[in-house]
């Protein structure tokens, strides 16, 4: 047992020396420089909207409506370089989408943006995650790619991508290659819920947000009309 033990504790020190050496190293002597590029892809067909553009949602229940507007955007890439010993080798250049929404029903503004990437801090897993900010929190809405099983989420909330439907049928009209999210727990910004609730988010390609289903609150606002304007 004696021996085991030894052995085990051996490895991992040497692996903790190993991982500690590669750090110090580039700090001593120096690493090639790394350059990587994160792009959003197949992720901006269901994100962009230029000021303008605007979506029309409709309240399951009560039959209220919603006119999302767009007041602002940004698309622009960002480049940043490592500023500690054992970064200052690599630099990165990701994509950057920021929208500023006008909510009529909620008489509110939304920001929403995309994450960036340190390279200070390489990321575990490379994911693009979109949060809109909002007076009830800052949930994480989308994210990209398109992993089935991968989460993101900004702190209690965790938001899983489900799938993808070929076609989605809502108002007469059809939507195609739809990207679902269900989010754990999340405050709805409407006066007829109160409190937290599992949500689910539904995403078309070359629209946006279709449909918003709040499961604990029974009802859903679901897209009737829209513009957008690229």
Partial sequence: MKCKFFNFFFVACV??????????????????????????????????????????????????????????????????????????????????????LYSSFNQANYHEETNGFNPNSPPDIVQFNFHRSTGYGDPSIFHFPFVEGQISGTGAEITTFIGIDTLYILHGKTYIKIVKFGISIEKPYDQECIGYTKSTYYWAKHVGLIKKDYQDCNFSWELIDYKINR
Avoid at 21 to 38: I, L, Q, V
């Fill in 15 to 100: 692996f903790s020396f190993l991982s500690c050496r590669d750090k110090n190293d580039c700090a001593k002597n120096g690493c090639p420089p790394e350059y990587t590029r994160f792009e959003l892809g197949e992720a901006l067909p269901y994100l962009w909207a230029k000021p303008g553009s605007y979506w029309i949602y409709k309240h399951s229940q009560t039959g209220a409506l919603d006119t999302q507007t767009v007041t602002n955007f940004l698309y622009d890439s960002v480049t940043v370089k490592g500023t500690e010993d054992h970064s200052q080798h690599r630099t990165y250049e990701y994509d950057k989408l920021i929208r500023n």
